[in-house]
C-alpha cells in the first residue's frame, strides 16, 4: 500500500478545482474511496482534500468521531496525512482497521469533506489453491479453473498457468481468460499427458501459491448432447469498461455457439468480438443492458446460458452555481446535477454538517436535488457540498457561498438642471447591491407612472449593476420637480432626489398633511413647480425657517426637521416662492408629531432554586395609548401555574413575578412597549444557580487492551458544572495526580465520563473525576482502572525450510493475561502430539512471555503445509501462521519420445514433482541398443526451462535405448524409464550427375541427367526436384521447382513456360521416400527468339509533302525484344473519305526512321510500327494517324452541258476523283470556235454547287465547255470539253450522273436526279428487279422530291440494288443508273483451335462477309467452360490466328469471335471448346503411402502424388482411429514429407488423401496400424461396435439418405413439370412446321404471275444460315461476280425425275414487320435452350446469312431408290484472290415417310423443342424463297435425338437415303423435305432481265454485287430441256438485253442478241455433261468410291442402275468452294455440268 501513498502524492501536483485562486480549496483525489493494504506492510494516505491559503486538514470517522493517535497503530500527521502501522493479528481492531474515514479542508473560505474512504487490512492467512482434473473429448475445449477460497478470492488472483512446470505462452490452443481460467482448444490426445498447474498472487502480501497438478482425460470423440463447461452471470459493470462473458461447451459434434441478446442476434459492431474464450464487450455503454443469452447446440441436443448484464456510467455530480458572491437576505438556489446510473441519494452538506431543511432552507426535487436558500443571512456562509450515492460509490461537487452585507447604494446619479417645455431629457440611476436592487422613481413624492409621457426601463448587468432610466419626450411645466430614485433591496434601500426645473409659470402643487416621530429626522419638501422663481421659503406661525439649529433649509426648498420634538416641531407650515419682485405665491402643509415609547432601564439579579423574584418594566414616556408584553427566549409568555409566572399591567407599568423559582425559569427575558408611533424593548437574563452533584460516581473498573473503555461519572448542576479528570500511574497508592490529556483517543462524554477509545497498558492507574460550577464546594470521586492483556503471538516464522527425513523444530512466542494456553494445528487439524509420535510439543516461560516449539521428526513430504499457533487466555486469541516447506530430490521425469528422424530425435518430458526446489537442470543419456551404459553418450546441464530436446547425430536406421535425470538444488532423481527408439532412413547424400540443358523453342528448355551414385542415394530415389531460375537483371534469384517421378538411370524432362530469349540456370536434386538431397551444379541456358512483345516506342509521324511523309520511332524495351532485333517494318495502309481502307503496304529497314513516298495526296493513312527478330514480326504499335498535305487536285469526274434557253446553257460536273486538297472553288471556261475569240470566258462557282447557268449565249453558236477545281495549292487539270447549242426547245436531259453510292445500313440516302428540258420533264425512278424494272414509289421510307432527288431513309441490305432515274419530255428523254451499295456488319468467321499447352491455346479463323466493308478488327471473348465470365480480347483485322496465354492448367474454355467493320459488330461465332493440357494428380500405385509408422507416430510419402502436368496447389489429409466417426483434418505442402504424430498406440487407422490442382482434384484412401509400445505390431480389427453404436451409425447414415431421398423427389418432380412444357413446346413447334407446310400445298395447277403478292416473311433465326453454294456454276471474270441463272424448265416433268435445279432469291422485304420473336442460338451449344434477343439483332439478318441445308426431291414410287440431290449456296465474301464461305454446325436433314414415328422417338431435351422450332422456320425461309414456292413441300421424316446418343435414321434402311454423314456426330436432329416442280407456264416469267455487273468507284479489285439468282429460258433450247442443270457461264448468263432501253455509254451494260446468247448456251452443251457436273461437285458431296465421275453422275440421274442407290452423299467440314480459277478450268472441260442445290438445317 506505500504504492497507494506515491500516487496519492504524485497527484498533489496535479489539482482539481475550478478556480483555486478563487475558491481556495480543492481535492487532489476525489475518486479514492477504498484502501486495501496488508496487515503486514500498512499504509500511508494523504487527506484527498486540501485548499489555499493553507487549510487545516482532519481526519475523521464515517460517524463523525475525530480520529485520535494510537501508538505503534495510527497516528495522523501535521500535514493531514494518515498511518496506519503494520501490526499482527492479534492487535487487529476493527474501529481501526476496518473502517470508513473521510478528511476535512478548513479554512476562512470554508470548509469540505471527502467521501468515506473504505480503510480495510487484510491478514495474512493460510489459504491453498486447487485446479480439480478435468475430462473432454478429443478436438473439444478443456476448461480448467483455479479454485480460490472464498475468504482470499477478493484478493488473490491468477498471474499464470503452468504446463509441465512450464509456464503457458497464451496463443495457439492455450487461452488465458481475463478471470483466470485456462482453455485448451481443439484438445488432442497429447494434452492428456501433461499436468496443469495455476499460479496466483495476493495483490497486498505479494504472496504467491501454486496449485496441485491436474490432468486432463482426453476421450474419443462420442455422439453427445453439448454440455456447458463454463459460463457467465449478470451484473453491474460501469461504462467505458471492457467485460468477458465466457460460454464454453463441450460435445460431439462440436456445438456452435449462437450469442442473442434480449432474445436477438447480436447486432454489428466492432466493439463486440467472439472468441473461443466467449462474447468479449470492449467500451461498453448503457445500450450495451440487457439480456445476454449463449445457446449451443448441435445435432443431439442444445443448451442456454443468460445473464442480465447492467451497464452503468459512474457518477459525475456538478453543482451549480459554483462560486457565488451575494448579499444577506438574498434567496439561493443549488442545483445539483448528477451524471451516469439512474439509480442514486442525495445529501447536501455545508461546512461538512449535514444540511436539515428549516425556515431558511428547504430541498427540493425528485432526487433531493435542488437547495433553495431563502432570506440567507451570514451565518449561510461556507461550503456546500452536494454527495450522490450508489451501492458504495460516491461522487460529490462543492460550491464557496459568501454573504456580504448587500445594502444597495447608488453608484450614478443625476443632477439638477433646467429645460424648456417640449425639451426632451433623460434621468439615469446606477445602484448596487446584494442582492441586486430594483428601483423605482417618484416625482415630488408621487411615484412616476410609465405612460405616454414617462418611459422607463431597469436591467441588471451581468456585474450586478442595477441600470434604470427615466425619459420624458415632451415635459410640460407639470413634469418638473424633485425626482427622486430609491433602490432597495432585501438588506435594505438607498435614495438620491435632484430637481429638474421645466420653464413655465411658477405654482406649487398642493401639499398633504405628514406625520413626524418624535427624536428621528424628517423632510418637507415645498412641491413647486415652473421657472424662472426668485427664492422658496418656509415660515412657520409668521416667522422664517430655521430658526434654530435643528432646522435646515437647502437651496432646492427643502426643509430639513432634526431630532423632532413634538412641542417645538408640531404645528403647519408655510412655503412661500416668490415669482416676481414683491410677488409671492403660497402654500401650507400641516405636520403632526408622534412621540415613541421610552422603557426605563433594569436589571434581574441571579437567584437560587425555590426564591421569590419581582422584575417591574416602567414607560416613562410616550403617547397614549402603550401596549406592554414579556417574552422568554423569544415566545410569549402566558401567566398561569403552568409556568409558574404571573405579570400585572398597568397603563404605563408592567410587572413579572415568580413565587417559586426553578431550573426551568432560567433564560433571557423581554419587556416589549408598542404605540402608533414606535415599539421599543429591553431584554436581562435570569441566572437560576444549584451547586453541582454525582448522578453516577467513578467505580472501579477492569479494560481489555486494544479495545474502548468507558469510566462512568456523571454530575448535574447549574450553570452545567465542569468535569475535570485526573491520572495517577501505578497500581498502589497514588502519589500525584496530573491532568488527562484529550485527545482523539481519550475524550469527556457530554455526561462528565471518561471515553477511552484503544486502552493501552499505560492507561492503567488511577483516576480522579472532579466537578465545579462556581456555585458551593467542588465534588470528586477517584477509581482504579485495570487494563487486561489478551493472549497474542508476538513471534514467529512466516516461512521455514526443512529436508526430507530431517527433524525440524517450529517456535511460537505468546504473551497476556496469564494462564495462557498454546495450541498448534497443521492446516486445519489439530496436532495431537500423544496420538501421533511424529509430534512432539514443549512449554517454557521466560518472564510473561510463554515460548512453545512444535518438533517434527522425520520431516516429509506431506509437511509441506501452513502450520498455525494459537494463543488463548480468557481476554483473547492471537494466532501465528508458518508455512513449512519440506524439500528433496526431484522425481525422475516421464520421458516421451515425440519424433525420430534420420539423424536426429525430439524428446519430450514432464517434470511431476519438482522436490519442493527449483529444478536446475536435465541430463539425457542414450546408447545403443546392444552396448552396455558404460558406453553411453551424455547431454548434460539442459536448462529446467525447456521440457524438450533434441538429440542430434545419430546414425540413420539404427536402435537406441534413451534415459534422463533431473536435478534440483537438493540432488539428483532416480533414473526415468528406458526408452528404445530406431531412426529413420536419410535423404540422398549426393547430387544427380551429367546434367545437360537444350533449348527447345522460345519457352522451353529440355533437361538431361543421371542418377545420383549409388552409395550416396540413402534409399531407393523416387523422384526428382528440378528448380530453373531466371538469371537476367531485375530477376529475384529464386528458383521454382517442378518434380518429376524417377524413370531409371537416365531421366529427360522439358521446362515450359519459360521468358523469351532469356538464360535460365537450373539445378537438379533427388528425393528418396525420406527427402530430398543435394543439388547439382548450376548450369545455364538461354531459351530460343521470339517475336517482340511490345511495339516500338515513341512513334511519331510527319507530313512532309503532298505524297511523302517521315515516320520515327525508338526501340522497344530491351526486355520485349525476346531475341536479337533484326530490323523494323512500318505498315501503313490509306483511309477513304467513305470509310474504306486501302492497300496495307509495309517498308522494312533497320533504322528507326523511315520516309514514306509515293503516297495519295491530301489522304489519312494509318501506320503501324513492329520490329522484328529471327523468330519474326513483334506487336505493332499503337496506330497513327497522318494526313499528307494538299496538292492541285485533278480534272472534275464528269462534265455535262445541256441547253436551258435560246441564250443560255446550264453545266454540270462531278467533284474530281483526286481532289488532293479542300476545293475552294470550280472555274468553268466557255468558249466558241468560231468567234474568233482568243481566250475563252470564265466563271467561278462556290465547292458545294456543282452546276452553273451560263447566260448571254449566242443562239445557233456551238459553245466548248470545259472546268478545272481549284484548292490552296492552285487551279487543277480540266476536264474534257463538250459542246452544245444553246436551243429554245430542249429535250429532256438529266443534269445528275449517275454511278455507285454506298453507305451504311439505316442511314437516309438521296440520289440527285436534277434535270432540265423545255418543256419541263417529269421525272421516274425505277429499281432493277428479278424480271423487270419496277416503279419506286412513294411511301414512309422513300419519297421523291420535287427537284427529281429520291430519299431512301433507313436503308437495309435488300434496298442495294440498281436505281434508274429518267427525265421525259416531249423531245425527249434522258436516262442515269445510280448502283446503291448498303453496308452491314459483317458476318461471322469460322473459328478453329490450332494448338494447344498447359497455360495457353492457339486460335485460327476465316473471316466471313465484310459486309461491303473493310473488317477494321475482331473482337475474342473466352470464359472457363462452367462460367459465364466472359473476358474480351481485341485483336487486329490483319490477323488470322491469335494465342490465348496465362490460361489454366488442364480447365475446359469457351471461346467465340466476331469481326467488325465501319458500320458495326457482326454475328458471333459459334462457340468452340478446348482444353488446356494437364489431369488431375494420381497417386502412383509404385510408390509407398506411408514411409514409416511407430507406436505415435506415422509418416506420410507425399512425394508419390504425380502432378498430371498442372502443379498441385492444395493437399488436404484426413484420418481417424477405425470405428470413430470424426475425422481429424490437416493440410499438407505437396513437396514435403508429412508425420501423424500423437497417434493411439496399437491402434488401426483409416486415412483419406486429397490431392487438388487447376484441373481437378485426385483421391487416396488407406488403412494402417500403429505398433505397440515396443514396437511389435497389432492384428487387423475386428468390429466390436455395440447395438447402441450401430443404431447411432445408422441414425447418423440414414438422415443424410433420407434427405437425399427428398431433394432426388422434388428434383424429379420440377424436371416431369418442366418436361411436360417442353414436350408441349415441342407438339406446338411440330404443328406449326406442319400448318406451315400445308398452307403451301396449295394447288400446282394454279399459275403464278409476277411477284409474290403481300409482304414476304422472314424469321430471323441466327443459329441457321442459309448457305448457298454455287456447285459448278460459277465462273470469276477480272473480279467481279455475276448471278447464276437457272431456268424453270429445270422442274419439268419430262426432265429426269431424279434431279432438278432451282434459283433462291433470299431478299425479304419486311424483315422487321413481320418477324416474329428472335431466337438466339449463337451463343449456346446443342441442348441448350435459347434465350430471346432483342429485336434490334433483326438488324444483322439484314444480308440474311443463314444457312439451311434440306435435300429437296420430287416424290417417286419407290422412296427408297430416290435419291437426293444437293446443291449448297453461300454468302460469299469478295476477295481478289480466294472466295471463303461461313459455315456452322448443329443439324441436318434426311428421308422418311413417317412424321410421327419420329415423334415417339424423340429425347425430350431443350434441343428437341427448339430443333422443330427452327425446322419450322428454316422451312419458311426455303418456301419463300422464289423459285421454290411453285415446288410442293412434304415432310418425308423427321426425329430428334439426343446429343449423346448415336446417329439414327427411320423409315428406310438404304444408306443412299440418309445424310447423316453431312452432319457431325453431335447433330441433335435429322428432318428432309420433299419437293415438286413447279407448273411449265411459269417457265417464261424471267425472259429477257439481264443483271447489271456493278462496280464500285476507285475499288477496281473490289465487287460488292448483290445476289440475284434469276431465270432467263432464253439461255436454253428446249431441245436441251433432257439436261437438268446445264453448266451455264455465270458472266454470259448475267447479260440481259437492253434492247429497248437507251443508257448513256458507260461501260456498264451490254446487250447480247440472240445469236450470241445461243452460241453461249450450245457451248456448253452435249451428251456427257451431266457426267462431269457430277465429278465437279465440292468436297462437300461425295461420290461412291471406284466409279468414275461421269458413271456415277449417268446411273444415279437416270435412275436404269438400282445399286447405285447405295451411293452416299457426304459432307466434310473442309472449305466449301474451290478456287475461281479451277472452277472455271473445270467449266471449259465439261460440256453441261449438273447444277444441284441443298438445304441443310444447321
Known amino acids: 500500500m506505500w504504492l497507494v501513498t506515491l500516487l496519492l502524492l504524485y497527484s498533489l501536483q496535479e489539482v482539481h478545482s475550478e478556480d483555486v485562486g478563487s475558491t481556495r480549496l480543492y481535492f487532489v483525489n476525489a475518486s479514492l474511496q477504498r484502501v486495501t493494504y496488508s496487515s503486514s506492510v500498512g499504509v500511508s494516505l494523504p487527506c484527498p482534500a486540501g485548499g489555499t491559503p493553507s487549510a487545516i486538514l482532519r481526519w475523521y470517522l464515517a460517524t463523525g468521531d475525530d480520529i485520535y493517535d494510537v501508538p505503534h497503530i495510527r497516528h495522523v500527521y501535521a500535514n493531514g496525512t494518515l498511518q496506519l502501522y503494520p501490526f499482527s493479528p492479534s492487535a487487529y481492531n476493527s474501529y481501526i482497521h476496518d473502517n470508513d474515514y473521510f478528511c476535512t479542508a478548513e479554512n476562512q473560505a470554508g470548509k469540505i469533506r471527502s467521501p468515506n474512504i473504505r480503510i480495510k487490512a487484510v491478514f495474512r492467512e493460510p489459504y491453498t489453491v486447487r485446479v480439480a482434473d478435468q475430462r473432454s473429448m478429443r478436438g473439444n475445449v478443456a476448461v480448467f479453473k ?161 445473464g442480465q448484464l447492467h451497464i452503468i456510467d459512474p457518477l459525475r455530480v456538478t453543482l451549480s452555481p459554483k462560486n457565488l458572491k451575494t448579499g444577506i437576505s438574498s434567496t439561493l438556489f443549488f442545483t445539483c446535477t448528477v451524471e451516469g446510473s439512474p439509480e442514486y441519494t442525495i445529501n447536501w452538506y455545508r461546512n461538512t454538517e449535514p444540511i436539515f431543511p428549516d425556515q431558511h432552507i428547504s430541498i427540493q426535487g425528485q432526487h433531493n436535488d435542488t437547495l433553495q436558500i431563502t432570506a440567507a443571512q451570514k451565518f449561510h456562509s461556507g461550503a456546500y457540498q452536494c454527495f450522490a450515492s450508489r451501492k458504495g460509490h460516491t461522487s460529490q461537487d462543492f460550491s464557496i457561498i459568501l454573504l456580504e452585507d448587500g445594502t444597495p447604494r447608488i453608484v450614478t446619479s443625476f443632477s439638477e438642471r433646467v429645460v424648456n417645455p417640449g425639451e426632451p431629457f433623460s434621468l439615469v440611476c446606477e445602484a448596487k447591491g446584494a442582492p441586486p436592487p430594483s428601483i423605482t422613481w417618484t416625482l415630488d413624492d408621487e411615484p412616476v407612472v410609465r405612460d405616454s409621457t414617462y418611459k422607463t426601463s431597469q436591467y441588471t448587468q451581468s456585474d450586478g449593476l442595477t441600470v434604470s432610466h427615466v425619459n420624458v419626450s415632451n415635459p410640460l411645466i407639470r413634469d418638473g420637480g424633485v425626482y427622486r430614485c430609491v433602490a432597495r433591496n432585501s438588506a435594505g434601500s438607498a435614495e438620491y432626489q435632484a430637481r429638474i426645473n421645466v420653464r413655465g409659470p411658477p405654482r406649487i402643487r398642493p401639499m398633504r398633511d405628514m406625520t413626524a416621530v418624535a427624536g428621528r429626522n424628517t423632510y418637507i419638501t415645498c412641491r413647486v413647480i415652473g421657472y424662472p422663481y426668485y427664492s422658496i421659503k418656509w415660515l412657520k406661525d409668521g416667522m422664517q425657517l430655521p430658526d434654530n439649529h435643528r432646522q435646515v433649509l437647502f437651496d432646492n426648498g427643502t426643509l430639513r426637521l432634526t431630532d423632532v420634538q413634538k412641542g417645538a416641531d408640531e404645528g403647519t407650515y408655510l412655503c412661500s416662492v416668490l415669482i416676481q419682485p414683491h410677488v409671492s405665491i403660497n402654500q401650507t402643509v400641516h405636520v403632526s408629531v408622534k412621540v415613541p415609547p421610552l422603557i426605563q432601564p433594569f436589571d434581574i439579579p441571579s437567584t437560587s432554586v425555590g426564591k421569590l423574584i419581582y422584575i417591574a418594566c416602567v414607560v416613562s414616556s410616550g403617547d397614549m395609548p402603550i401596549r406592554i408584553t414579556w417574552h422568554k427566549d423569544g415566545q410569549l409568555i402566558v401567566p398561569g401555574p403552568t409556568s409558574g409566572v404571573a405579570i400585572e399591567t398597568k397603563e404605563f407599568m408592567s410587572s413579572l413575578q415568580i413565587s417559586k423559582v426553578t431550573l426551568k425559569h432560567n433564560g433571557n427575558y423581554t419587556c416589549i412597549a408598542s404605540n402608533a408611533a414606535a415599539t421599543v424593548s429591553w431584554e436581562r437574563q435570569l441566572i437560576v444557580t444549584v451547586p453541582p452533584r454525582f448522578v453516577v460516581q467513578p467505580n472501579n473498573q477492569d479494560c481489555i487492551y486494544g479495545k474502548a473503555g468507558v469510566l462512568n461519572c456523571s454530575v448535574e448542576g447549574y450553570p452545567p458544572p465542569k468535569v475535570m479528570w485526573k491520572h495517577a500511574k501505578g497500581v498502589g497508592n497514588p502519589q500525584q495526580y496530573h491532568p488527562v490529556p484529550l485527545t482523539g483517543r481519550i475524550q469527556i462524554m457530554s455526561n462528565g465520563s471518561l471515553l477511552i477509545r484503544h486502552v493501552l497498558e499505560d492507561d492503567r492507574g488511577y483516576y480522579l473525576c472532579q466537578a465545579s460550577n462556581g456555585v458551593g464546594s467542588d465534588i470528586s470521586k477517584s477509581m482504579i482502572l485495570t487494563v487486561k492483556i489478551p493472549a ?679 462457340i468452340i471448346e478446348a482444353k488446356t493440357h494437364g489431369r488431375e494428380p494420381v497417386f502412383n500405385k509404385d510408390q509407398p503411402l506411408l514411409t514409416h509408422i511407430n507406436s505415435t507416430h506415422a509418416g506420410l510419402n507425399l512425394q508419390g502424388w504425380t502432378s498430371g502436368g498442372c502443379p498441385i496447389t492444395d493437399m488436404m489429409l484426413e484420418f481417424r482411429p477405425k470405428g470413430t466417426w470424426a475425422w481429424q483434418s490437416i493440410k499438407a505442402n505437396s513437396t514435403t514429407q508429412l508425420f501423424l504424430s500423437e497417434l493411439r498406440e496399437a491402434t488401426w487407422y483409416e486415412l483419406k488423401m486429397k490431392a487438388c490442382n487447376s484441373a481437378g482434384c485426385g483421391n487416396q484412401s488407406s488403412q494402417f496400424a500403429t505398433t505397440d509400445y515396443d514396437g511389435s505390431t497389432i492384428p487387423p480389427i475386428k468390429s466390436a461396435r455395440g447395438e447402441g453404436d450401430d443404431v447411432k451409425k445408422l441414425f447418423s447414415i440414414g438422415s443424410p439418405v433420407i434427405l437425399v431421398t427428398i431433394g432426388v423427389a422434388l428434383l424429379f418432380i420440377i424436371r416431369k413439370k418442366r418436361k411436360e412444357k417442353r414436350l408441349k413446346r415441342l407438339r406446338d413447334a411440330k404443328s406449326l412446321a406442319e400448318m406451315l407446310i400445308s398452307k403451301n400445298n396449295r394447288s400446282i395447277d394454279t399459275p403464278v404471275k409476277g411477284p409474290p403478292q403481300g409482304p414476304r416473311l422472314h424469321i430471323d433465326i441466327p443459329r441457321v444460315q442459309l448457305l448457298i453454294e454455287d456447285k459448278e456454276g460459277i465462273k470469276q471474270i477480272g473480279e467481279d461476280k455475276a448471278a447464276v441463272p437457272v431456268t424453270d424448265t429445270e422442274f419439268s416433268q419430262s426432265v429426269n425425275p431424279q434431279n432438278f435445279c432451282t434459283g433462291v432469291s433470299l431478299h425479304h422485304q419486311a424483315l422487321i414487320q413481320n418477324s416474329g420473336p428472335l431466337i438466339d442460338m449463337s451463343d449456346i451449344r446443342p441442348g441448350t435452350n435459347p434465350v430471346s434477343r432483342k429485336s434490334i439483332k433483326s438488324a444483322h439478318s439484314s444480308r440474311n446469312r443463314y444457312s439451311s441445308q434440306w435435300t429437296l426431291s420430287r416424290p417417286s414410287q419407290s422412296q427408297s431408290t430416290a435419291s437426293a440431290r444437293t446443291l449448297t449456296s453461300d454468302w460469299r465474301t469478295m476477295g481478289s484472290h480466294a472466295i471463303t464461305a461461313t459455315e456452322s454446325d448443329s443439324y441436318s436433314a434426311s428421308l422418311s415417310q413417317d412424321t410421327d414415328k419420329g415423334r415417339n422417338s424423340m429425347v425430350s431435351t431443350e434441343s428437341a423443342s427448339s430443333t422443330y422450332e427452327e425446322l419450322a422456320r428454316a422451312y419458311e425461309h426455303a418456301k419463300l424463297e422464289e423459285h421454290l414456292q411453285h415446288a410442293k413441300f412434304t415432310i418425308t421424316e423427321c426425329f430428334i435425338s439426343d446429343s449423346s446418343s448415336d446417329q439414327m435414321t427411320t423409315g428406310t434402311n438404304d444408306p443412299a437415303d440418309s445424310m447423316t454423314s453431312l452432319s457431325t456426330p453431335s447433330e441433335p436432329g435429322i428432318c428432309r423435305f420433299t419437293a415438286s416442280p413447279p407448273k411449265p407456264q411459269d417457265y417464261d416469267r424471267g425472259k429477257n432481265v439481264a443483271v447489271p455487273i456493278p462496280h464500285r468507284a476507285n475499288k477496281s479489285e473490289f465487287c460488292n454485287l448483290p445476289l440475284y439468282m434469276k431465270t432467263d429460258p432464253f439461255f436454253r433450247k428446249q431441245g436441251e430441256l433432257h439436261d437438268p442443270c446445264p453448266a451455264v457461264p455465270p458472266r454470259e448468263a448475267s447479260i440481259r438485253s437492253l434492247s429497248q432501253r437507251a443508257y448513256h455509254t458507260q461501260g456498264r451494260h451490254k446487250t447480247l442478241d440472240s445469236a450470241k446468247q445461243q452460241a453461249l448456251t450450245l457451248g456448253h452443251s452435249g451428251p456427257g455433261s451431266l457426267g462431269s457436273g457430277t465429278a465437279t461437285l465440292p468436297q462437300r458431296t461425295l461420290t461412291m468410291p471406284g466409279s468414275n465421275a461421269a458413271a456415277t453422275a449417268s446411273t444415279s440421274s437416270t435412275g436404269s442402275n438400282p445399286s447405285n442407290s447405295g451411293n452416299k452423299m457426304g459432307g466434310s467440314r473442309d472449305s466449301l468452294l474451290e478456287s475461281s480459277s479451277s472452277a472455271l478450268g473445270r467449266l471449259q472441260k465439261q460440256s453441261a455440268g449438273a447444277y444441284s442445290k441443298s438445304y441443310t438445317l444447321v
Open 792 to 1470: 497474542m503471538i508476538t513471534s514467529h516464522p512466516n516461512t521455514t525450510m526443512a529436508r526430507k527425513g530431517q527433524t525440524k523444530e517450529l517456535n511460537c512466542t505468546a504473551r497476556g493475561e496469564q494462564p495462557i494456553i498454546i495450541r498448534w494445528e497443521r492446516g486445519d487439524t489439530v496436532i495431537d502430539a500423544e496420538r501421533n509420535p511424529r509430534y512432539s510439543i514443549t512449554i517454557n516461560k521466560k518472564g510473561d512471555e510463554v515460548i512453545s516449539t512444535l518438533k517434527l521428526n522425520p520431516a516429509d513430504r506431506g509437511d509441506s503445509v501452513f502450520f498455525s499457533c494459537h494463543a488463548i487466555n480468557s481476554y483473547g486469541e492471537g494466532r501465528g501462521l508458518i508455512q513449512l516447506t519440506v524439500q528433496e530430490p526431484p522425481d525422475p521425469p516421464e520421458l516421451e519420445v515425440r519424433e525420430v528422424k534420420d539423424r536426429s530425435m525430439n524428446l519430450r518430458w514432464i517434470q511431476r514433482f519438482d522436490g519442493n526446489s527449483i529444478i536446475t537442470s536435465y541430463d539425457i543419456e542414450y546408447k545403443n541398443k546392444s552396448d552396455s551404459w558404460d558406453h553411453m553418450y551424455t547431454t548434460r546441464n539442459i536448462s529446467p526451462t525447456n521440457n524438450q530436446a533434441n538429440i542430434v547425430e545419430l546414425h540413420p536406421a539404427c536402435v537406441y535405448s534413451i534415459r534422463m535425470y533431473s536435478y534440483n538444488k537438493i540432488g539428483r532423481s532416480l533414473p526415468s524409464k528406458e526408452l528404445t527408439i530406431s531412426t529413420e532412413e536419410a535423404p540422398p547424400d549426393g547430387p544427380p550427375m551429367d546434367v545437360i540443358l537444350q533449348p527447345m523453342t522460345s519457352q522451353s528448355i529440355r533437361v538431361t541427367w543421371r542418377a545420383p551414385k549409388k552409395e550416396l542415394q540413402n534409399g531407393v530415389i523416387r523422384g526428382y526436384q528440378i528448380g530453373y531460375r531466371e538469371n537476367g537483371p531485375g530477376s529475384n534469384g529464386q528458383y521454382s521447382i517442378v518434380e518429376m517421378k524417377a524413370t531409371g538411370d537416365s531421366e529427360v524432362y522439358t521446362l515450359d513456360n519459360l521468358k523469351k530469349f532469356a538464360q535460365y540456370g537450373v539445378v537438379v536434386q533427388a528425393f528418396n521416400r525420406a527427402g530430398t538431397g543435394p543439388s547439382s551444379t548450376e548450369i545455364n541456358a538461354t531459351t530460343l527468339e521470339d517475336v517482340p512483345s511490345e511495339p516500338p516506342q515513341n512513334v511519331r509521324a510527319i507530313s512532309v509533302t503532298s505524297d511523302e511523309a517521315v515516320i520515327t520511332w525508338a526501340e522497344p524495351p530491351r526486355l520485349t525484344l525476346h531475341g536479337v532485333l533484326k530490323g523494323y517494318r512500318v505498315v501503313f495502309w490509306s483511309l477513304f473519305p467513305d470509310g474504306e481502307w486501302g492497300e496495307m503496304q509495309n517498308i522494312t529497314t533497320t533504322r528507326e526512321q523511315v520516309e514514306l513516298r509515293g503516297l495519295e495526296k491530301f489522304t489519312n493513312y494509318s501506320v503501324q510500327v513492329l520490329a522484328y527478330t529471327q523468330a519474326g514480326d513483334g506487336v505493332r504499335s499503337n496506330v497513327l494517324y497522318i494526313q499528307t498535305r494538299e496538292d492541285l487536285p485533278g480534272p472534275p469526274a464528269g462534265i455535262k452541258a445541256v441547253p436551258s434557253s435560246l441564250s443560255s446553257v446550264v453545266v454540270s460536273w462531278l467533284p474530281p476523283h483526286k481532289p488532293n486538297g479542300v476545293i475552294r472553288k470550280y472555274t468553268i471556261y466557255c468558249s466558241s470556235p468560231g468567234s474568233g475569240q482568243p481566250a475563252p470566258s470564265e466563271y467561278e462557282a462556290n465547292p458545294e454547287m456543282l452546276f452553273y447557268h451560263i447566260t448571254h449565249l449566242s443562239r445557233g453558236k456551238q459553245y466548248h465547255i470545259w472546268a478545272a477545281a481549284v484548292t490552296t495549292a492552285g487551279r487543277g487539270n480540266m476536264s474534257s470539253k463538250v459542246i452544245v447549242e444553246p436551243a429554245g426547245k430542249v429535250p429532256a436531259k438529266i443534269l445528275s450522273f449517275g454511278g455507285t453510292v454506298t453507305t451504311p445500313w439505316m442511314k437516309e440516302v438521296r440520289l440527285p436526279c436534277k434535270s432540265v428540258g423545255e418543256p419541263a420533264p417529269t421525272i421516274k425512278w425505277t429499281k432493277d428487279s428479278e424480271d423487270a424494272a419496277i416503279p419506286v414509289t412513294a411511301d414512309s421510307q422513300r419519297q421523291i422530291l420535287s427537284n427529281g432527288t429520291l430519299v431512301l431513309r433507313s436503308v437495309k441490305a435488300e434496298d442495294s440494288g440498281y436505281y434508274t432515274c429518267t427525265a421525259t419530255n416531249t423531245l425527249g428523254f434522258d436516262t442515269i443508273i445510280v448502283n446503291l451499295v448498303v453496308q452491314v456488319p459483317p458476318d461471322q468467321p469460322r473459328l478453329t483451335v490450332s494448338t494447344t499447352s498447359t497455360s495457353s491455346i492457339t486460335l485460327a479463323w476465316i473471316p466471313g462477309d465484310n459486309g461491303g466493308s473493310s473488317i477494321r478488327g475482331f473482337v475474342l471473348q473466352y470464359s472457363v467452360d462452367n462460367t459465364e465470365e466472359w473476358r474480351d480480347v481485341f485483336i487486329s483485322s490483319s490477323e488470322r490466328s491469335f494465342r490465348l496465354d496465362n490460361l489454366r492448367c488442364g480447365t475446359w474454355y469457351k471461346v467465340k469471335l466476331a469481326a467488325k467493320n465501319s458500320v458495326g459488330s457482326g454475328r458471333i461465332s459459334e
Open 146 to 306: 483455479c479454485l480460490i477460497p472464498t475468504a482470499v478470492q477478493e484478493y488473490v488472483s491468477v498471474v499464470s498457468w503452468e504446463r509441465d512446470t512450464v509456464s503457458i505462452v497464451p496463443g495457439n490452443r492455450f487461452l488465458l481468460t481475463s478471470f483466470g481460467a485456462l482453455y485448451i482448444s481443439e484438445v488432442q490426445k497429447e494434452d492428456g499427458l501433461s499436468t496443469y498447474r495455476c499460479i496466483t498472487r495476493h495483490k497486498y502480501s505479494g504472496e504467491t501459491r501454486q496449485s496441485n497438478g491436474a490432468r486432463l482425460s482426453v476421450m474419443d470423440p462420442n455422439e453427445s448432447s453439448p454440455t456447458i463447461l463454463d459460463s457467465f452471470q449478470g451484473g453491474e459493470v460501469y461504462a467505458g469498461q471492457s467485460i468477458e462473458l465466457p460460454c464454453i461447451a463441450g460435445g460431439y459434434p462440436s456445438p456452435a455457439v449462437r450469442w442473442l441478446k434480449d432474445g436477438r442476434p447480436l447486432p454489428s459492431d466492432a466493439r463486440w468480438t467472439r472468441r473461443l474464450t466467449g462474447l468479449t464487450i470492449s467500451d461498453l455503454r448503457q445500450e450495451d443492458s440487457g439480456n445476454y443469452a449463449c445457446e449451443v447446440t448441435n445435432s443431439f441436443g442444445s443448451k442456454e446460458v443468460s
